[in-house]
């Protein structure tokens, strides 16, 4: 096994005590301090660097990025049906190729640390399966370099645009890997009808599900309601994540808490992007409920909005600030939900600092894990599986 070590010295797992780690086929193969290296090692020395598990983004949009095609002022109004209007009308005037642009912000993650992303990728009558061929074309170019699971995503509705289901239906059978839906009363205003159409795919295929809820307040928490009832009834506990939530960070905390009992008893994970404009689930309360909460970017610089940056250790520095957290425990529980809980709700194998788990790993030049976030600099190296992919803040791999 000799040829393919790589000896990282002098880094501080997770912020703790410094040591060594040897990367052997592709695994963590030992981490103790002092390790004298063969001839043939390579090393780096990550001269007291973090040294952080792979980041994970949970929650995107690679197929809709504009990331690359220079700066394009914001059109959209601001209803939610503008967003989704304008952005199928941009995607024609400007050519946001999906393949093009999700080969960008893929590059751009790997650039700063991440190495698993899970992506909705849009279908509706209008593009149809083209940003899945798109996205599943980057997927499979880039895979020694990142993970990337695709949503199969009803943007613009499923029940309300016949034809979506079937196009979702072609998309799980080719290779997608999560049945997506979106807000069952305000989009199709059909609750029952979207989400048995969602969770059926889900059994045929034998695939989780990802349901984006924007919903408010008690229209929201009615769709929570139908979505565990579900969840229970098709024994899919541990397999569904609803994105955003907004509806959890209700004014009426009482109604919240029974909801997020209701959640974790069905052990549905949550996913936030730590949205500064909306209500959001409250970190700490939902991890204390037994909930695990991932985090994502969201769309980056897209037709929805001018913001995101792919940096998953600034997103956590986000929902640091979204849940005021000011202690160091805290911003550590910020950066878990963008590590190993999104490795969680993923159900990536292998993942950690552990001896035998997947060397997906990144090194961040910081005084501590809440420093790291707070001051997310450039990631000084990043590893997929065991091979070195970024270095000081840039991909090995150009863009397009
Ligand atoms: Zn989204």
Redesign the pocket.
Known sequence: MGGTCLLIRNIRPWGAQVTDLRVSDGRIAEVSPNQTPSPDWKTHDGAGAILLPGLVEA???LDKTLWGMGWRPHQAGPELKDKIDTERRLRREWDIEPHRQSMRQALLSIAQGTTAIRS?VDMDTDCGMEGFEGVARTRDLLTDQIDIEIVAFPQSGLLNRPGTLELMDQALREGADVVGGLDPCSMDRDPKGHLDAVFALAERHGKPIDI?LHEPAELGAFSIELIVERTLAHAMQGKVTI??AFCLGMSDRDRARGLTADVARAQIHLAT?ASAHRPVPDAGEVRDAGVTLCAGS??IRDAWGPYGNGDMLERAMLLGLRNNFRTDDDLEHALRCCTYNGAAVMGLEGYGLAPGDTANLVLVDAESVAHAIVAHPPRQLVLKGGKIVARDGASLRAAP
């Open positions: 929650h995107t949009h909705h984006h994105s955003h992007v969201d769309g």
